[in-house]
């Protein structure tokens, strides 16, 4: 039942080292993804900069024109608002900026965290792999015991099987055909604590009842 529980466990553990491995992959794409934001976050910073430059010679060509006459003013008024929406370009490209750093430093935190816990789940598999390679050991040292103590007892295999054809008959109907006799684990009666090896008991298919 223990070696059941082990297989059970570490095949759930498979499971969720699969998913974790899609998860990886899916951080292997978040990374292509990162530098492509970074890409895009170099190409805004480049709009920033060529904006403030073309916001600087705006302001030069406003104050030249306000020295060259003052029947520009008009062209001035139109400046003045190229220039208001360029500072909103500027204000907008900061926030986006701002987002898309933000992303960054999130994807790069969650892919920390996985690597984290794929870390983790290796070694808790790797300390399951040694548990389950004792406890083979155990069962091939037991099984070998078993062999030679029952060597060691003359006539065991036929004085068992009398005793088993014995128990094979229902004690309560009298029912004697095999095929309406089940052979059934009784975890009342515990044989080995380590590893846990229960004994067993029968149960009748025509009436129902069970003995030892």
């Known amino acids: 039942m223990e070696q059941y529980n082990l297989n059970k466990q570490i095949s759930d553990l498979k499971k969720e080292n699969e998913i974790l491995n899609k998860k990886l992959k899916s951080a292997e794409a978040d990374k292509l993804t990162i530098n492509k934001l970074n890409k895009e976050n170099a190409s805004l910073n480049k709009k920033i900069t060529d904006s403030k430059e073309e916001n600087a010679g705006l ?28 500072n909103k370009k500027i204000a907008n490209l900061d926030n986006e900026n701002a987002g898309l750093n933000k992303r960054i430093a999130d994807s790069m935190e969650e892919n920390a965290d996985l690597n984290k816990r794929v870390g983790d789940f290796k070694k808790e598999n790797a300390d399951l792999n040694k548990k389950i390679d004792q406890l083979e050991k155990d069962n091939a040292r037991l099984h070998k015991q078993i062999i030679k103590l029952e060597k060691m007892i003359p006539g065991l295999e036929e004085t068992e099987q009398i005793e088993v054809e014995k128990r094979r008959k229902c004690p309560e109907c009298g029912n004697e055909n095999l095929r309406f006799i089940q052979e059934i684990v009784d975890k009342t009666k515990i044989i080995s604590d380590y590893p846990k090896i229960y004994g067993k008991k029968y149960r009748c298919g025509q009436c129902g009842t069970e003995w030892e």
Do not use: D, F, M, P
């Open 59 to 86: 302001n030069k060509s406003i104050a030249a024109s306000k020295k060259e006459n003052s029947g520009l003013n008009k062209r001035i008024g139109k400046l003045e608002k190229e220039n208001a929406g360029l």
